[in-house]
């Protein structure tokens, strides 16, 4: 990355930036969304099975993990 020093993406937190229904890889009749997570120039891509809701459900605690992570643990 140029022009970029690592703690300038550690101030980007992640963010959820797309969710959309797609076919379900194994053929099947299944509802499997297609997700996108970034932060700054990095990005996640993935699949769940599961309605548009259950997903961004999962997403935003998977999301705030990551948030967590990058901030550092906080002391006890």
Same mark, same amino acid.
């Given at each position: ?20 229904? =797609? %076919? *379900? ?11 996108i997570i970034s932060q700054g120039t990095n990005v996640i891509t993935g699949l769940r099975p599961g309605s548009?809701?259950? =997903? %961004? *459900? ?19």
């Amino acid at each position: 990355m140029r022009g970029y020093k690592i703690t300038d993406v550690l101030e980007v937190p992640f963010q959820v930036d797309q969710i959309s229904e =797609v %076919a *379900a890889p194994d053929g099947s009749k299944d509802v499997w969304q297609q997700y996108i997570i970034s932060q700054g120039t990095n990005v996640i891509t993935g699949l769940r099975p599961g309605s548009r809701a259950d =997903v %961004a *459900a999962q997403l935003d605690e998977m999301v705030a993990r990551l948030n967590e992570r990058r901030v550092g643990k906080k002391p006890k």
